[in-house]
Nanobody
Framework: QLQLVESGGGLVHTGGSLMLSCAAS????????IGWFRQAPGKEREGVSC????????YYADSAKGRFTISRDNAKNTVYLQMNNLKPEDTAVYYC?????????????????WGQGTQVTVSS
């Protein structure tokens, strides 16, 4: 059973940066796409970014384009989300998730394995 653990969240000021990590155990990420989602209080979970197993396909929500960069290091079984120029509206719990397959999708139901989440708070 693939297990995912996020880390790297924290409190930053507007304009700051954070790098989130998603480390996998119990299996290899080599054959899985990995998505990053976030959920703010009172809002639905939304897709932020995704990277396919082959790294050929990456997806970014409009809110993340130009500010966030997703990458993966299969040797470390880890996926990263570099977040720059953070805004207060980026405040949320960030989750990484993996489907059983290699392709990305922006739907929550596409993903079978989820981490526990890491809090990102951006102060104005």
């Amino acid at each position: 059973q693939l297990q995912l653990v996020e880390s790297g969240g924290g409190l930053v000021h507007t304009g700051g940066s954070l790098m989130l990590s998603c480390a996998a155990s119990g299996g290899t990420l080599d054959y899985h796409a990995i998505g990053w989602f976030r959920q703010a209080p009172g809002k639905e979970r939304e897709g932020v970014s995704c990277i396919s197993a082959t790294e050929i396909i990456t997806y970014y929500a409009d809110s993340a384009k130009g500010r966030f960069t997703i990458s993966r290091d299969n040797a470390k079984n880890t996926v990263y989300l570099q977040m720059n120029n953070l805004k207060p509206e980026d405040t949320a719990v960030y989750y990484c998730a993996a489907p059983k397959g290699t392709s990305c999708a922006q739907w929550v139901w596409w993903y079978d394995y989820w981490g526990q989440g890491t809090q990102v708070t951006v102060s104005s």
